[in-house]
């Protein structure tokens, strides 16, 4: 089976809601910037039984170049991850 495109995903949203499409896109839309939004001020943004996406302060640490074998010191940084929420797990698995 086949990945959803984006334009799939709306589609079936307006049709299952009931909603123009052009509302179901508007409505994602700001769904994604309020994310953006609240991970960057808060560090977190929880979407009900899916997940949530975690800002995460990742420590300097050393790693290997794969070409030449070197150690390096890989710097500290800020990353988003995701972390799927219990009740997606067991409903897919």
Request: glycine share 6%; proline share 3%; aromatic share 4%.
């Amino acid at each position: 089976m086949a990945k959803l495109t984006k334009s799939q995903i709306l589609q079936t949203l307006a049709e299952k809601t009931g909603l123009a499409k052009k509302d179901v896109v508007k409505t994602l839309d700001t769904l994604v910037e309020l994310a953006y939004v609240q991970v960057k001020k808060s560090g977190e943004f929880v979407i009900p039984g899916i997940g949530k996406l975690v800002k995460i302060h990742r420590k300097e640490r050393m790693g290997r170049n794969p070409a030449t074998g070197e150690t390096i010191k890989i710097p500290a940084k800020v990353v988003v991850k995701f972390r799927v929420a219990k009740a997606a797990k067991e409903a897919v698995l």
